[in-house]
């Protein structure tokens, strides 16, 4: 998983966090950049006019 800021292949972290507030529960990973810092959704969903 390369970050999309700085290219690194590096993760720090891993998040799984399920939507809530639309209630569909889906869970999307999330991982943090270990060279930047960034956080950012590890599958973009393919129908984010939904969100
Ligand atoms: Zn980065």
């Known amino acids: 998983m390369a ?3 700085c290219g690194a292949d ?3 972290e891993r ?3 399920r939507e809530m ?5 889906e869970a999307f990973e999330y ?3 270990g060279s930047c810092g ?4 590890a ?5 984010l006019g939904r969100f």
């Open 15 to 17: 998040i799984t966090a």
């Open 43 to 47: 599958d973009i969903p393919e129908d």
């Open 21 to 25: 507030m639309f209630g569909t529960r």
């Open 3 to 5: 970050c999309r800021i």
């Open 31 to 33: 991982f943090r950049c």
């Open 38 to 41: 960034t956080l950012q959704i």
């Open 10 to 12: 590096e993760v720090s």
